[in-house]
């Protein structure tokens, strides 16, 4: 068997740390082809619950699951000038099948704002079709030159989510409803804490009139983009024909948006909650809720038929797995711990003496010894317990970390503390640039509300007055 | 808004009907890619009940889901001899990204074993870290020259399964655990009956030492086959290098197995059960389960009302649909059928009078008018009975049309009127190629057990006697 690895500390090497927890965790293996990656179990099932869960809130807001194909011809691709020139240079082209070259070039989806668009295209005749509101899960692929694991990979997993409808102010709506959605759901199922706001111009979707975003926090203080929203109007639909009949019978051309997450919620996961022992996955989407070991049981049968009865009764409610393997005792906690099961039972022959069984909180390390016949009701509390405190801890941090300043001198100072920096800030693509290649910061968002003393103050740039607070941070 | 058109009757033209019902069916729209295809929501979702009644029954297995990646090197792919010459000339070979070449060739998984083979390489060190049994939910892509939608596309979606085992009995036992697995499921949940067995050296996967198969009779007589499970044997461990280290602390190759399904399921479903108005989808995996038709609702206000109670009651129980649109009565019954809805509850002024609704089955057409009351018993009743005759139905036709011959101008004559016919025959490839090329038929398996009086008969070509008895059919 694979003996479990050391992880180096996070506050040593935090990406060193990062890698590390990935690879032993049971997480990931690395694919044959460089950037690619193995989900495995421990990972996929995450992935699992994240999709059943969303699946549940989409269809609140009467999304219909759909599959359009993974491959687009090059003569579609490059009908939208914007969107073809953000995403060329990342573009897997397939020119040939077998030995046999092709015609026509075929690309492998990085996103499918085309594909929709050429159905939509075809099932829409009058403004009774709209809206339309489908939803994908589908892998995608984009070339990166730098890759990390979940967080910029050469394939990718995700959910994109395209709509079509007959106003702007209804498609504007949608698009502002998903992005909550999604705040929403990292708060309550993923326990991370977001900014809500809209993208500058530069870091909008290519293609896109404006893209909300939700930005989450990482523990070495860098940003990383944990969802987004965009607001397509009606960029799409002219180059690509989607039209309706309207209540008067005239032609118009449909108002579109689109939204998603992707497997870099992993990412977010291990570092917004995960410490020196490896990744604490949250409750509510842990593939694992509860690992039963067994410790000693040669020693007293009872340690099995103990393990086996909570295997059973816990199993009727939540996702649990026995460990009763001939393993050390040390080998079995340390194996939960580094998957990031949210809680352990240990059943061993000296709590048993007293009908006693210690339960373990990964995320305060807390032993817990309990009467067994409690351990059901208590196990529910701890859960709960657990959700709640990775978001508040991670939500103080959020807080503690955004700080406001106004000149371009203070704001060198504190993005090179780690911190999100809250600036007036014009948003003229080129200052932006210019920031960037200085400070290594990128504009993450114009938060939806942000407390200031002031409603306006000069750019830290360009000095002239704005009333555009924007969040800069270093970003993944 | 879209009308409904005709669809071709299947007595007159059955690749037409199909073709029919699959557009008509709010099931595909066809992609901008020859070949390819769109997954409508009313497929999609079936294909989504599939995976989740699949993840089901797999876990009471022990299979765990993973991802693996889409991309493979071309050195990856070369290893095993017979696995590379089956599928190269259906490869999509990606060659440039952007507008840069690459050094070396990249596929588009057309099937995952060589991944998973470099997976288990590196993941297993001892006898004791087997059996390891995964499982993928994945796109694969093969560049077919003729296409159908959901038979035979470049991309398609299924389930591969993958697994290691330290003996070879014991990956034999699961082969055979797979396909026994896929055929109950398509029994409970799809209504549809198969022949099990082997498949001719001739006819086996690329790579594999022995194929099982689950043959399913389509109502024009044709096969479809709904199913394979691999006995991979040291095919795929010996040229990966995938060892562990046994008991005696010996080095030993590993024994695999791979089994999968795919969306022809969705095809499989519509030429078993499909009639004249379009898809019938088989309850248990119906997106829909029942559509409830208001009509005339602006004559009585109680119509909707009703409605709306019905939606809430069954909506807590089966997957439920309301059409409260101004459609007329005949549009919406059309409507509900050719998409396949199980059951339709139309709710009018005139039975409200009496308190009554009336059901109608899409599988005979029946309408039953019955008290609002004794709806929900009912239901309940009338679903399982429309799976059960569906079914029998396909049994029935499966069982009559299964004919066994002795001679070769029996097959012949059997094989033009569309049987599945079972005769002697040795299994040489030469003479398989032959009875293809003449009759169009082609090997479908060697059934687990068929009654013939006899044990041993001359085979149908060679005349040699042999105890093979083998199903030959025209085939999907």
Not at 67 to 84: A, G, Q, S, W
Not at 275 to 300: V, W, Y
Not at 456 to 475: D, E, N, Y
């Amino acid at each position: 068997m694979k003996e479990l690895d050391k992880i180096t500390p996070l506050e040593k090497d935090f990406a060193k740390w990062y890698t590390d927890v990935v690879k032993q965790g049971n997480l990931i293996a690395y694919g044959p082809l460089k950037g690619t990656l193995v989900f495995k179990p421990n990972s996929f099932g995450i992935w699992e619950l994240i999709q059943k869960y969303l699946n549940e809130e989409f269809k609140q807001q009467g999304v219909q699951n759909v599959y359009l194909p993974l491959l687009i011809p090059e003569r579609l691709f490059n009908k939208e000038k914007d969107h073809i020139e953000g995403f060329n240079p990342e573009l897997a082209t397939i020119t040939q099948v077998g030995e046999a070259k092709l015609e026509e070039k075929v690309f492998v989806r990085p996103t499918s704002e085309v594909l929709f668009a050429d159905l939509f295209k075809n099932s829409i005749e009058s403004y009774k079709d709209l809206p339309i509101i489908y939803n994908q899960w589908a892998n995608v692929v984009r070339w990166e030159k730098t890759t990390n694991p979940f967080l910029r990979s050469r394939e990718f997993l995700w959910q994109e989510g395209h709509t079509c409808h007959n106003n702007a102010m209804e498609a504007r709506q949608l698009t502002r409803t998903m992005i909550s959605l999604y705040a929403k759901f990292l708060k309550n199922y993923l326990a991370i804490p977001v900014i809500v706001g809209k993208k500058t111009p530069k870091e909008k979707f290519a293609g896109a009139c404006s893209t909300y975003t939700v930005e989450a926090m990482m523990k070495d203080g860098r940003a990383l983009q944990a969802g987004t929203s965009h607001y397509l109007a009606q960029n799409f639909s002219k180059p690509f024909e989607i039209t309706f009949k309207d209540e008067n019978n005239n032609i118009q051309f449909a108002y579109q948006t689109s939204w998603g997450v992707s497997t870099r919620l992993l990412g977010a996961i291990i570092m917004t909650h995960g410490d020196n022992r490896g990744i604490i996955i949250p409750p509510r989407i842990a593939p694992t809720q509860i690992d039963i070991l067994e410790l000693f049981a040669s020693k007293n049968p009872k340690v099995s038929e103990v393990a086996k009865q909570l295997v059973k009764d816990l199993g009727r409610i939540y996702r649990v797995r026995l460990d009763n393997s001939d393993k050390n005792p040390g080998f079995k906690a340390s194996n939960s711990e580094i998957q990031g099961t949210p809680l352990r039972i240990e059943i061993g022959p000296r709590d048993l003496e007293n009908n006693m069984v210690t339960i373990v909180r990964r995320d305060t390390l807390e032993k817990i010894v309990m009467p067994i016949n409690q351990v059901k009701k208590e196990v529910k509390t701890l859960l709960n317990d657990i959700h709640n405190n990775l978001y508040i801890t991670a939500k103080e941090r959020l807080d503690k970390n955004i700080v406001a300043v106004d000149t371009y001198e203070e704001f060198v100072d504190q993005i090179s503390k780690s911190k999100f920096v809250l600036a007036p800030f014009c948003c003229h693509d080129e200052e932006e640039e210019e920031i960037k290649a200085e400070t290594g910061a990128t504009t993450r968002c114009i938060p939806k509300s942000m407390e200031r003393d002031e409603k306006m103050k000069p750019c830290i740039t360009c000095h002239h007055v704005t009333k555009r607070f924007v969040i800069f941070a270093r970003a993944y």
